[in-house]
């Protein structure tokens, strides 16, 4: 998502970011939705922070998994 945000240069473009996690099969289930509270001067950069929050969700469930 795009915003505006005032600054000392004036007003400048933000990017927000948000994620999901969704079960694979016919009925698609959402596992986790995450809206991240950070805003980025880039796109690419949004992107790239979601991809890494959402690789350690992963991560830490698979983690969480094997423990049981």
């Known amino acids: 998502m795009e915003t505006d945000s005032p600054s000392f240069n004036g007003t ?14 016919p009925l698609s289930n959402v596992v986790g939705s ?3 509270p950070v805003k980025f001067v880039s796109a690419n950069e949004a992107l790239r922070y979601a991809e890494g929050r959402a690789h350690t969700f992963i991560d ?4 969480w998994a094997e423990t049981e």
Do not use: D, L, V
């Open 12 to 25: 400048e473009r933000r990017f927000a970011t948000s994620w999901s996690i969704e079960k694979a099969g």
């Open 34 to 36: 995450f809206a991240e």
């Open 60 to 63: 830490s469930t698979f983690a």
